[in-house]
Protein backbone atom coordinates (compact mmCIF):
# COMPACT_ATOMS: atom_id res chain seq x y z
CA UNK A 1 0.00 0.00 0.00
CA UNK A 2 1.23 3.53 -0.95
CA UNK A 3 1.40 6.12 1.84
CA UNK A 4 1.17 9.48 1.30
CA UNK A 5 2.79 12.08 3.20
CA UNK A 6 1.07 16.25 2.99
CA UNK A 7 3.61 19.59 3.18
CA UNK A 8 3.50 23.50 2.73
CA UNK A 9 0.92 24.19 4.63
CA UNK A 10 0.92 27.53 6.50
CA UNK A 11 -0.53 30.82 7.42
CA UNK A 12 -1.39 33.71 4.42
CA UNK A 13 -3.63 36.43 3.98
CA UNK A 14 -6.29 36.61 1.96
CA UNK A 15 -5.53 36.56 -1.79
CA UNK A 16 -2.17 35.19 -1.09
CA UNK A 17 -0.53 31.44 -2.76
CA UNK A 18 0.25 28.45 -1.13
CA UNK A 19 1.79 24.93 -2.55
CA UNK A 20 0.62 21.80 -1.01
CA UNK A 21 3.17 18.69 -1.51
CA UNK A 22 1.78 15.70 -1.34
CA UNK A 23 4.66 12.49 -1.19
CA UNK A 24 4.37 9.21 -2.44
CA UNK A 25 6.66 6.13 -0.12
CA UNK A 26 6.44 4.47 -3.67
CA UNK A 27 6.91 4.77 -7.67
CA UNK A 28 3.90 2.57 -7.71
CA UNK A 29 2.07 5.49 -7.11
CA UNK A 30 2.43 6.96 -10.57
CA UNK A 31 0.07 4.53 -11.59
CA UNK A 32 -2.89 5.89 -9.02
CA UNK A 33 -5.09 8.62 -9.00
CA UNK A 34 -4.56 10.96 -6.31
CA UNK A 35 -7.08 13.65 -4.70
CA UNK A 36 -6.98 16.46 -2.72
CA UNK A 37 -9.83 16.73 0.51
CA UNK A 38 -9.73 19.35 2.82
CA UNK A 39 -11.64 19.11 6.44
CA UNK A 40 -12.71 21.89 8.63
CA UNK A 41 -13.47 21.02 12.14
CA UNK A 42 -16.73 19.41 12.89
CA UNK A 43 -17.28 18.71 8.98
CA UNK A 44 -16.52 15.65 7.26
CA UNK A 45 -13.30 15.51 5.04
CA UNK A 46 -14.18 16.56 1.13
CA UNK A 47 -12.81 16.36 -2.12
CA UNK A 48 -12.08 19.06 -3.80
CA UNK A 49 -9.85 17.97 -6.58
CA UNK A 50 -7.98 14.95 -8.20
CA UNK A 51 -6.05 14.01 -10.30
CA UNK A 52 -6.02 10.95 -12.59
CA UNK A 53 -3.12 10.42 -15.61
CA UNK A 54 -3.78 13.50 -17.39
CA UNK A 55 -6.93 13.84 -16.16
CA UNK A 56 -7.36 16.83 -13.85
CA UNK A 57 -10.81 17.36 -12.11
CA UNK A 58 -11.88 20.65 -9.21
CA UNK A 59 -14.76 21.01 -7.82
CA UNK A 60 -16.51 24.67 -8.51
CA UNK A 61 -15.22 25.87 -4.98
CA UNK A 62 -11.25 25.58 -6.42
CA UNK A 63 -11.53 25.72 -9.99
CA UNK A 64 -9.79 28.51 -11.90
CA UNK A 65 -7.69 29.08 -8.23
CA UNK A 66 -6.59 25.68 -7.34
CA UNK A 67 -3.75 23.46 -9.92
CA UNK A 68 -3.03 20.12 -9.50
CA UNK A 69 0.55 18.52 -11.00
CA UNK A 70 2.45 15.19 -10.34
CA UNK A 71 5.82 14.67 -10.74
CA UNK A 72 6.53 11.17 -10.99
CA UNK A 73 10.20 11.22 -11.32
CA UNK A 74 10.03 12.39 -7.64
CA UNK A 75 6.83 10.32 -6.25
CA UNK A 76 5.19 13.80 -5.40
CA UNK A 77 1.84 15.38 -6.66
CA UNK A 78 1.85 19.61 -6.05
CA UNK A 79 -1.11 21.30 -5.34
CA UNK A 80 -1.11 24.90 -6.04
CA UNK A 81 -3.22 27.41 -4.44
CA UNK A 82 -3.96 31.01 -5.38
CA UNK A 83 -5.94 33.49 -4.50
CA UNK A 84 -6.59 32.08 -1.39
CA UNK A 85 -9.91 32.92 0.41
CA UNK A 86 -10.56 32.83 4.65
CA UNK A 87 -13.32 29.95 3.33
CA UNK A 88 -10.01 27.62 2.43
CA UNK A 89 -9.08 27.20 5.68
CA UNK A 90 -8.83 23.88 6.71
CA UNK A 91 -6.38 20.63 7.22
CA UNK A 92 -6.12 19.35 3.70
CA UNK A 93 -4.96 15.89 3.10
CA UNK A 94 -3.98 13.63 -0.02
CA UNK A 95 -4.56 10.36 -0.93
CA UNK A 96 -4.55 8.07 -3.61
CA UNK A 97 -5.56 4.40 -5.44
CA UNK A 98 -5.41 2.47 -8.86
CA UNK A 99 -9.13 2.93 -8.58
CA UNK A 100 -10.76 6.28 -9.64
CA UNK A 101 -14.05 5.29 -7.22
CA UNK A 102 -12.29 5.08 -4.54
CA UNK A 103 -10.79 8.28 -4.37
CA UNK A 104 -14.11 10.08 -5.72
CA UNK A 105 -15.89 8.37 -2.35
CA UNK A 106 -12.91 8.69 0.04
CA UNK A 107 -13.70 5.75 1.55
CA UNK A 108 -10.03 4.46 2.44
CA UNK A 109 -8.97 3.36 6.04
CA UNK A 110 -8.43 5.54 8.55
CA UNK A 111 -4.96 4.24 8.81
CA UNK A 112 -4.21 4.77 5.19
CA UNK A 113 -4.78 8.71 5.82
CA UNK A 114 -1.65 11.07 6.67
CA UNK A 115 -1.08 14.12 9.31
CA UNK A 116 -2.77 16.69 6.95
CA UNK A 117 -1.07 19.88 6.96
CA UNK A 118 -2.87 23.07 8.44
CA UNK A 119 -3.96 26.51 6.11
CA UNK A 120 -4.82 29.00 7.15
CA UNK A 121 -6.50 31.91 5.48
CA UNK A 122 -6.23 34.92 7.46
CA UNK A 123 -5.31 38.80 7.63
Known amino acids: QVRFVESGGGLVPPGGSLRLSCAAS????????VGWYRQTPGKQRTLFAY??????VYGSAVKGRFTISRDNAKNTVYLQMNTLKPEDTAVYYC??????????????????WGQGTQVTVSS
Open 26 to 33: DSAFRSYT
Open 95 to 112: NGDPNPNRIITGDFPNDT
Open 51 to 56: ISGDNV
